[in-house]
């Protein structure tokens, strides 16, 4: 009898366990969360949960909760592999990425192999910030969607906006030794060659990834250069301590970026005096945003004291959620096959599409300068008392760029 009530006990605790699993939706968030990418990966986290908790409070994914599984990958490709299949192993089927597009790359190719060796258990890759333009080329995957613009897209706006700029006459580029940074002195230099061949590009530097703790000697050779005008991709710690030393030896260039919205990077530029000279390229605004974008920036701050760096994230997201909800099943590929030419309202106002024929989203971009409050500013950022202003908007059909993709469908 004792025996008896033991198995009723155990297969009670596996039924119980089982339905548990089943409940819950895991999503495997693979990032920095040490070294010294860990604050950006931290900062990614906190946008993940605050979502996820939205989600859950307004009844999850078809009744399912949504959890947020935290891994850090170290800003390591090989380290990433094996987060993910932690995560797989821990039930999860849906894995989430962005910082680093080499190690995207190495997650993109680990999921589509995966899920030909294991058919009916499909795992579904989100990225949200990896950039590399070959991640939806030549290297795209069915399995793979990117929520941000591709860095063709953004280099495309920046160099739309330098063609404007007549005073702009010579450009420096300094980028991180790995394959986005690579890519992008690549595609920087191809495009200001075909919209100001006037321009001259005084230098062209790589260094080594969240490895440098003083930019002193690059921003010597930038000075010496003559450059007027400074082009990086830079991210994390990257850019705050490259500003930072623009700072220290009163460099007064030009500063056209990527990331300088990033931890770090308001008070870098504030502390460098650089008032509308630090330039980023970003998918939303939050002085510009709707009103319930707005309302969202206020909550968001007030929970974490940290400004909503990533509108994308939230795309991303609500565009899941709706999938989940339209295919009536949390399954990864019936969920792939409803986000495949998705349109869907973003974040900040207006419409944005998932591309069917590579997985690239395309929304309204901004360039926006970082400066002092102007009137009816609403948001500052890091305390600083300086805020973004929108210098120019790219619509969405003109973010459009054409891709080599050749995707194969299961």
Not at 176 to 195: H, N, T, V, W
């Amino acid at each position: 009898m004792q025996k008896l009530a033991i198995l009723v006990a155990v297969a009670t605790s596996l039924t119980w366990g089982g339905a548990t699993a089943q409940e819950t939706v895991k999503l495997g968030y693979i990032d920095p969360l040490s070294g010294g990418g860990a604050a950006v990966g931290e900062g990614g986290l906190k946008h993940f949960q605050w979502l996820a908790e939205q989600i859950n409070a307004q009844g999850g994914l078809l009744g399912k909760k949504l959890e947020i599984l935290p891994l850090d990958n170290k800003t390591n490709p090989q380290e990433s592999v094996v987060q993910a299949q932690k995560a797989i192993d821990a039930g999860a089927r849906y894995i989430t990425q962005g910082n680093g597009s080499s190690v995207a790359a190495a997650l993109s190719d680990f999921v589509t192999k995966y899920n030909e060796r294991n058919p009916g258990k499909e795992v579904l890759y989100f990225n949200y910030a990896a950039v590399d333009d070959s991640l939806t080329n030549e290297k795209c995957s069915f399995w793979h969607f990117r929520w941000d613009a591709s860095s063709g897209i953004k280099m495309a706006a920046i160099t739309n906006y330098v063609k404007s700029q007549p005073n702009i006459k010579k450009i420096y580029l300094i980028n991180q030794d790995y394959s986005f940074g690579q890519d992008l002195r690549k595609i920087a230099r191809k495009m200001l060659e075909a919209k100001r061949p006037d321009i001259e590009i005084v230098g062209d530097e790589l260094h080594p990834l969240l490895k440098v703790t003083d930019f002193s000697p690059y921003i010597a050779k930038i000075k010496a250069s003559g450059a007027d005008t400074v082009i990086s991709g830079n991210w994390g710690q990257d850019i705050s301590l490259l500003l930072k030393a623009a700072a220290d030896a009163g460099l007064q260039a030009n500063w056209f970026t990527y990331y300088a919205g990033g931890i770090g990077g308001p008070t870098a530029i504030k502390q460098a005096g650089l008032a509308d000279k630090v330039y980023d390229i970003v998918e939303g605004n939050s002085n510009t945003a709707n009103e319930a974008a707005q309302a969202a920036e206020v909550e968001f701050r007030k929970k974490y004291d940290l400004s909503i760096w990533y509108p994308r994230v939230i795309n991303e997201l609500r565009m899941f959620t709706k999938a989940v909800k339209e295919a009536n099943s949390t399954d990864p590929k019936a969920v792939a096959l409803k986000l495949e030419g998705m349109t869907a309202d973003v974040f900040d106002g207006g419409q944005g599409t998932m591309r069917k024929d590579d997985h690239q989203f395309f929304q309204d971009m901004y360039v926006r300068s970082f400066g002092p409050l102007a009137a009816g500013q609403k948001f500052d950022e890091e305390g600083t008392g300086w805020g973004w202003t929108v210098k120019g908007k790219i619509a969405a059909a003109d973010t459009t760029v054409p891709t080599t993709c050749k995707m194969e469908r299961p």
